[in-house]
């Protein structure tokens, strides 16, 4: 198994200061340890606009000249909306990050079911006011006509990602997406080869041995990518430890979770995202030194876990 950096990470809209260029995140993955990259599909990073054939190509090479692999690309979709042109713009956005996907040597597209977004304050990324748009957009709307319009747009999706020679992959985030068990459903309905399922245990509301281990042997083969976040700190005994996600959630039970995969057979990559305001303990905002640190200590972190396995590879 190995570990890879998300762009999400250096967007430049969790910190203050703005986002690297694709090439100094790649420099920067380089520099971190890491031994893949998961392009984020949105501007500045990813949205297939800006790349044109000449600017995809230099990406690629760069990527291999760094001796790091190209994962893929992780979409922002919502495919929720009872609005039909909605939908279809959305589905026009997945079906150029395939694409993209395919242009820059990368394997998986992620996918979210709903996904509301992010509004900017003060220069840094909230998600309170966009994820309040739902109360209105799914007024009328219920849960089972709001799975039945996504399933519709991950079929579409699918045909195009097999035709592409990539896999989309839904991942198990909120909204509509309750669990684990929820990606496996849609992945049983869309019935393609090409779409696939993205457990990450962060994510998931039970974390019990129990409860985790059975995700990962419910899921498989058909688990074909991952991702970890959140915060770390280093112990007075030099050992790093994982911070809670939000006061009151349960430490993500990463131990269960690479016990279970190894089981399984899982060869794929983990991701780290630095997807939250990077707020000190006084709450005040910091810059992507901040973010830099966490980026380091996650990798060392998961490399202790999985070398541990015996499954690390770099």
Known sequence: MKIGLYSIT???IWYKGGALSVPEFIKKAKELGYSGIEIDGKRPHGNPMDLGAGARKEIKQMTHDAGLDMIGVASNNDFSSPIAEHRESQLLMVREQIKLCKDLGGKVVRLFLAWPGVTMVNGIAQYDVARRRYDEIWRDTTRAEIWSFAKACFKEAAHIA???????ALQNHAPVIRHYMDVLEM???????A???IQDVPMEPNQSDAWVRQMVLDTGARQVHAHFGGEFERGADGKIVALPMWVGKPLTNYTTYLKALKEVGYKGYFCYEFCHPAVNKNKEPQGAEYVTAQAALAREFLKELLVAEGVYEQ
Do not use: D, H, R
Not at 162 to 168: A, F, N, Q, R, Y
């Open 10 to 12: 250096y967007l430049g």
């Open 162 to 168: 097999e035709s592409e020679g990539v896999v989309v």
């Open 187 to 193: 992945v049983e309905e869309v019935g393609s080869p």
């Open 195 to 197: 779409f696939q399922a």
